[in-house]
């Protein structure tokens, strides 16, 4: 029997979650964990159907969620100098239960990184307000603690990545790998893995991926409908 691996880089999952599944809540832990959940029962169904198997999740190996541990520290905004505890963030709560619930699900691996920050560069402007100042259509003085964010940088996410797509190939514990991903850092591994016969199957959530990466993996498709499809709203919700 065929077995499948998939690995889900949960920075970029959640990203997209909001755009591929507009009707849950993506700051509500549980509806996230359920949304992991329903994206690899979807892929395993599909996998299954044309595989035809009689049992979907017989053909799950085990499912890997990557992301990096929430930071827990606390620092100073960059205007008003005020303190802030990003342990008791609103963003750190959720992390932290969504990581919990998903270390629950049966068949789920949780691999964690570190969020670290530069002790020389902690906040930058927003995208939006940096643009504003270019044009000169806000002035500097009047920017506030809600025109920066801070500078959280993912270390050692995607190296966990590369590592799993390795041992799962050369210990033949699966035949298909699913790679819930946006960027190309996967490419040495699948490589790899399509050297060894794996089939490496890549869903970027109904995002664009460069016209290159099709030379890499063996299947592109995605677990959850297209969100750009407009759906006819049943009679009786009209």
Request: proline fraction near 6%.
């Amino acid at each position: 029997m065929s077995r499948v691996a998939i690995l889900i880089d949960g920075g970029y999952f959640m990203r997209r979650l909001p755009s591929v599944q507009p009707k849950i809540d993506p700051s509500d832990p549980e509806e996230a964990c359920q949304a992991v959940k329903r994206l690899i029962t979807s892929h395993l169904r599909q996998i299954n159907k044309i595989a035809r198997e009689a049992h979907a999740r017989n053909l799950l190996y085990r499912a890997f969620y990557y992301d990096a541990r929430p930071y827990l520290e606390k620092g100073h905004l960059p205007v008003s100098g005020k303190g802030i505890d990003y342990k008791k963030s609103q963003i750190a709560a959720f992390q932290l239960a969504l990581h919990d619930n998903l270390r629950r699900t049966s068949n789920m691996a949780v691999r964690l990184g570190e969020l670290r920050r530069d002790p020389d560069f902690l906040w930058e402007l927003r995208p939006k307000v940096l643009k504003s100042l270019l044009k000169e259509d806000v002035e500097f003085a009047s920017l506030t603690d809600e025109d920066f964010r801070p500078t959280f940088r993912q270390k050692a996410v995607d190296m966990r990545i590369g590592l799993d797509i390795a041992a799962i190939t050369l210990k033949r514990q699966a035949d298909t790998i699913v790679l819930v991903a946006g960027d190309s850092d996967f490419v040495p591994a699948a490589k790899l893995a399509r050297r060894e016969g794996v089939k490496i199957i890549l869903d970027p959530l109904w995002q664009s991926v460069a016209p290159g990466l099709f030379e890499h993996i063996d299947g592109l498709f995605s677990g959850f409908p297209n969100p750009s499809k407009k759906r006819q709203a049943p009679e009786d919700d009209q």
